[in-house]
């Protein structure tokens, strides 16, 4: 049986950075993954400032910059008609602005520093069982060689929404799921708008955002009743025409890749249980509004291992989790005032947030809340 200081479940991006800065600190990590391979699409795509500031320790941020859009700008605007436009450009931060860049160049990234730090990720291996005592945590895996066990001090569930670490250690994972659909879409495109902004639109028909990527693409998230399980070409021109700018509006030339899901709001009821503990989305989930969910999985990564390099794991959960309470909370929000279907409700939205974008506290507030520096300690 192999021994080891860590465990860690999951290579995506919150894995990966477990596994990077907790073998930066001088421990001995075991990083494990269910998948025979990275992630090889864009999904989730943006990089805010905090993310930026806590990986800049771990040596990637600027590399992630340099493979990314800077975007210093994020504006709301109902078809034409602009409500409210944030910058920034004046944030209390070395990364002013948000990060555009695709998950599997994040990965990419990740998985190189920590590959320098004399890591790997040991995969396919599903982990099927757990035991643990007062000393440690006997991980049970199977692999195409068979079962084996791992002996380590910790074990961490990095592995997503569907965690069988979460499973196998008894955490609940309370919530529900919206009841609509979101279609994601990388696309090339022309159009009038500016191409160093997020743009989100709200229209009777529904949102859609419209986001710069690198290599001359778009991302495109909208929320669908019904939507295809591939949306092709015609569906994402649809979205933006019923949806989008409408004096100038975009064209779409080419869909490179492009997907449907589902989206759930749900919390981890703990975030440990003696040796276990839980990160990212295997510790909360929620709607893609505001590009919280990989950004504050990866900042679970850093406070977890510092915590567990200075022996003060006993705080991670009151430290973290109300973080993930706060996000979900902001982003149901956001999901539900931008997914209404009342008249009333959309004007009383709309007429509210030109009004607020004339006060620059709540502008300076919002920023900070959606590039989470607010979540500095």
């Known amino acids: 049986m192999r021994n080891t200081d860590v465990v860690v479940v999951g290579a995506g991006p919150t894995g990966l950075t477990l596994g990077a800065s907790l073998i930066d600190k001088g421990m001995d990590v075991v990083v494990l993954d269910k998948n025979p391979e990275g992630a090889n699409t864009s999904r989730a795509a943006v990089v805010h400032a905090r993310t930026l500031e806590v990986l800049r320790d771990l040596g990637v941020a600027r590399e992630l910059v340099t493979r990314g859009v800077v975007v210093p700008s994020f504006t709301l605007r109902d078809r034409d008609r602009t409500l409210l436009s944030l910058d920034f450009s004046d944030l209390p931060t070395p990364y002013p602005f948000t990060l555009m860049v695709p998950q599997s160049t994040t990965e990419e990234v990740l998985l190189n520093r920590l590959r320098e730090l004399g890591g790997k990720v040991q995969r396919p291996t599903e982990v099927v069982g757990l035991d643990q005592d007062a000393d440690g945590v006997t991980v049970h895996t199977t692999d195409e060689g068979g079962t084996t066990s791992i002996r380590a001090r910790y074990l961490i569930g990095a592995d997503g929404m569907h965690s069988a670490v979460r499973g196998l250690a008894g955490i609940g994972f309370t919530g529900s799921a919206y009841e609509q659909s979101f279609v994601l879409a990388d696309v090339r495109m022309g159009w009038a708008l500016p191409a160093d902004e997020v743009q989100l639109f709200f229209s009777p028909a529904g949102l859609v955002v419209v986001a710069p990527l690198p290599g001359d693409r778009h991302r495109i998230v909208a929320t669908l009743d019904h939507a295809p399980e591939h949306p092709e070409l015609p569906d994402i021109q649809r979205l933006l025409d019923t949806r989008g700018p409408v004096t100038d509006p975009a064209r779409v030339d080419e869909v490179v890749w492009s997907s449907r899901f589902r989206v759930h709001h749900r919390l981890a009821s703990r975030y440990r249980t003696g040796r276990v503990f839980l990160a990212g989305d295997a510790a909360h989930v929620h709607s893609p509004a505001g590009g919280q969910g990989m950004n504050t999985g990866i900042q679970d990564a850093v406070e977890l291992a510092t915590l567990l390099h200075t022996g003060a794991e006993a705080r991670y959960e009151s430290i973290r989790r109300p973080v993930a309470a706060g996000v979900l909370s902001m982003t149901d929000r956001m999901t539900r005032a931008a997914t209404t279907h009342s008249p009333l409700v959309r004007t009383l939205r709309n007429t509210t947030l030109r009004t ?20 500095r300690r």
């Open 356 to 375: 607020l974008s004339h006060v620059p506290p709540f502008r300076h507030t919002l920023a900070m809340t959606l590039s989470e520096l607010s979540t």
